[in-house]
């Protein structure tokens, strides 16, 4: 095993970094494998989108990146979006 140096007769072989482990560090976090990281997308507070973020990046300069761009609900807050479209269909409801 490539984390604890034992000889694991049927070795797992990482998907993400390669390297060979045991049963004990088969999982990501596990062996502290290197190819894999959690990959964390947040929603514009504008327009509510999933705003993707580069590896590492800090995602508070993802979203400025966004808004810059032109956010395509610029101006109103998710709630006021929400308000204007949750209403209730049913016939002589207040």
């Known amino acids: 095993c490539y984390e604890c140096k034992t000889f694991v007769d049927l070795p797992f072989v990482c998907p993400k970094c390669g390297e060979t482990v045991c049963n004990e560090h088969r999982l ?8 894999h990281y959690d990959k964390k997308v947040p929603n514009c507070p504008i327009c509510g989108q999933m705003v993707p ?15 810059e761009k032109g956010c395509p609900r610029e101006g109103k807050t998710v709630s006021e979006q929400a308000m204007r479209f949750n209403f ?7």
Do not use: L, M, Q
């Open 28 to 35: 990501f976090d596990a062996h502290n494998c290197r190819g």
């Open 53 to 67: 973020t580069k590896h590492n990046e800090d995602p508070n300069v993802a979203v400025s990146r966004h808004i």
């Open 88 to 94: 209730c269909s049913y016939k002589d409801c207040t």
